[in-house]
């Protein structure tokens, strides 16, 4: 795969390895002649104006929802709501449904592999109605500690009928780990059909095939900026039913359909979740995005990015052995392309220092996974996250990058 050329940040910086697509994604040329596009050719307001600029804008917002439904096979463009981005989708659903759903005695389920936009938000919604938080923990594999030997999953002493919200991140930011959210789902609905299920979809979207119908959840998210979209837009995608009983997570414009000194009335869904001026040049970005993204294929993306992993996993236990732990499944078909470790005593922020000295971009620290990392009893790690536009010269790099690291600290 050879996309380098579509990514003009290589242009300024062209002895660049970015290793950080888990934190957010480089953008590609089209991705930004489309924003540029919007802010040079028809920046007008949306569902507002009746002149030419402005039904052009609204037409290619309201064309990135049906873009979008398409890509995750939602039934209907109209289940696709708008957000900021992952965090603020899944305040959005602990502002509205969680608040009516949980109450003192009921049940809150996440991992404690959760990002914690996906953990906070649930662990304060328990604290806060009096519900029971609880957190299925990993086992030695890094994976769920609800998967057994023989491949059934056990919640039995997790799902109860007193659980009203069951919330799972489909690829593990830290870990890699890709849980296997369909077969957890029907698990959950089996033993409470009335569960709430949300998948946390943010490292996944980028890289892998979505179909909310056949994951068989409620609600699901994801953020643009990690899948080669601009900052500040994301979605959250919800049945249609539970989102047409929700009340509006904020109050405005464009989410009103009849206001009166007496009462005010809301649209309908998606609108009533979309209050103000939204990221107009965002969600249009999205769109490139998503249009880029599938003229390459989801899966040959996810196949270059295991490769990778796989390659990186296997040249950095070659050169370092023992001296490097590595994070997640020891099965490469159990994990996307991240790979997340701890070398020795050297803590990560110094390892990621020298590599930047190296122009070798890297995340370290707790990856926002801190209830994980003191799961593991380790206070940091580092990750190599892949996309598109890595190739095997950058793990190359890499493997070069770690030698300098010991010979300079160890």
Same mark, same amino acid.
């Given at each position: 795969?050879?996309?380098?050329?579509?990514?003009?940040?290589?242009?300024?910086?062209?002895?660049?390895?970015? !290793?950080? &697509?888990?934190?957010?994604?480089?953008?590609?040329?089209? *991705?930004?002649?489309?924003? *540029?596009?919007? @802010?040079?050719? @028809?920046?007008?307001?949306?569902?507002?104006?009746?002149?030419?600029?402005?039904?052009?804008?609204?037409?290619?917002?309201?064309?990135?929802?049906?873009?979008?439904?398409?890509?995750?096979?939602?039934?209907?463009?109209?289940?696709?709501?708008?957000?900021?981005? =992952? /965090?603020?989708?899944?305040?959005?659903?602990? &502002?509205?449904?969680?608040?009516?759903?949980?109450?003192?005695?009921?049940?809150?389920?996440?991992?404690?592999?959760?990002?914690?936009?996906?953990?906070?938000?649930?662990?304060?919604?328990?604290?806060?109605?009096?519900?029971?938080?609880?957190?299925?923990?990993?086992?030695?594999?890094?994976?769920?500690?609800?998967? $057994?030997?023989?491949?059934?999953?056990?919640?039995?002493?997790?799902?109860?009928?007193? =659980?009203?919200?069951?919330?799972?991140?489909?690829?593990?930011?830290?870990?890699?780990?890709?849980?296997?959210?369909?077969?957890?789902?029907?698990?959950?609905?089996?033993?409470?059909?009335?569960?709430?299920?949300?998948?946390?979809?943010?490292?996944?979207?980028?890289?892998? &095939?979505?179909?909310?119908?056949?994951?068989?959840?409620?609600?699901?998210?994801?953020?643009?900026?990690?899948?080669?979209?601009? /900052?500040?837009?994301?979605?959250?995608?919800?049945?249609?039913?539970?989102?047409?009983?929700?009340?509006?997570?904020?109050?405005?414009?464009?989410?009103?359909?009849?206001?009166?000194?007496?009462?005010?009335?809301?649209?309908?869904?998606?609108?009533?979740?979309?209050?103000?001026?939204?990221?107009?040049?965002?969600?249009?970005?999205?769109?490139?995005?998503?249009?880029? !993204?599938?003229?390459?294929?989801?899966? =040959?993306?996810?196949?270059?990015?295991?490769?990778?992993?796989?390659?990186?996993?296997?040249?950095?236990?070659?050169?370092?052995?023992?001296?490097?732990?590595? !994070?997640?499944?020891?099965?490469?078909?159990?994990?996307?392309?991240?790979?997340?470790?701890?070398?020795?005593?050297?803590?990560?922020?110094?390892? &990621?220092?020298?590599?930047?000295?190296?122009?070798?971009?890297?995340?370290?620290?707790?990856?926002? =996974?801190?209830?994980?990392?003191?799961?593991?009893?380790?206070?940091?790690?580092?990750?190599?996250?892949? @996309?598109?536009?890595?190739?095997?010269?950058?793990?190359?790099?890499?493997?070069?990058?770690?030698? $300098? *690291?010991?010979?300079?600290?160890?």
């Amino acid at each position: 795969m050879n996309v380098k050329k579509d990514f003009p940040i290589f242009n300024a910086h062209p002895e660049l390895v970015y !290793l950080d &697509s888990g934190a957010t994604s480089l953008k590609p040329q089209p *991705v930004i002649d489309a924003i *540029v596009a919007y @802010y040079s050719t @028809y920046s007008a307001n949306i569902h507002r104006g009746l002149y030419k600029i402005s039904e052009k804008a609204s037409a290619e917002y309201e064309d990135t929802r049906s873009v979008v439904a398409r890509f995750i096979n939602a039934p209907s463009p109209n289940e696709i709501i708008f957000t900021s981005g =992952t /965090t603020e989708s899944i305040n959005l659903l602990t &502002s509205t449904i969680g608040g009516s759903s949980v109450g003192q005695g009921d049940e809150v389920v996440t991992t404690v592999m959760e990002h914690h936009a996906n953990f906070v938000p649930w662990q304060q919604l328990a604290f806060n109605t009096g519900a029971d938080f609880k957190v299925i923990d990993i086992n030695e594999n890094h994976e769920l500690g609800i998967m $057994k030997e023989d491949g059934h999953i056990d919640l039995t002493n997790i799902i109860t009928k007193k =659980t009203k919200i069951f919330t799972i991140t489909l690829v593990s930011n830290t870990l890699g780990t890709i849980n296997p959210v369909k077969e957890i789902i029907a698990a959950v609905k089996a033993i409470n059909p009335s569960v709430i299920t949300v998948v946390d979809a943010a490292q996944a979207a980028p890289h892998l &095939s979505i179909d909310v119908q056949d994951l068989g959840c409620d609600f699901l998210a994801f953020s643009g900026h990690k899948m080669l979209g601009p /900052t500040g837009v994301g979605v959250l995608w919800g049945r249609k039913q539970l989102l047409d009983s929700m009340p509006p997570y904020q109050l405005g414009g464009d989410m009103i359909n009849e206001v009166s000194l007496e009462k005010t009335t809301y649209a309908k869904t998606p609108h009533k979740f979309e209050a103000g001026t939204p990221h107009i040049a965002g969600v249009i970005g999205l769109k490139a995005a998503i249009t880029y !993204l599938q003229q390459i294929g989801l899966d =040959t993306i996810a196949k270059h990015e295991h490769a990778l992993a796989s390659y990186a996993i296997d040249q950095i236990n070659k050169e370092f052995g023992d001296e490097v732990a590595m !994070l997640g499944p020891s099965d490469m078909g159990q994990r996307a392309g991240i790979v997340t470790f701890t070398f020795g005593t050297i803590h990560a922020h110094d390892i &990621s220092q020298i590599l930047d000295d190296n122009n070798i971009a890297v995340r370290a620290g707790h990856h926002c =996974t801190m209830p994980l990392h003191t799961r593991l009893d380790i206070t940091a790690s580092t990750r190599a996250s892949f @996309y598109v536009y890595n190739t095997q010269e950058d793990v190359d790099k890499l493997v070069m990058g770690l030698k $300098k *690291v010991k010979q300079t600290l160890s």
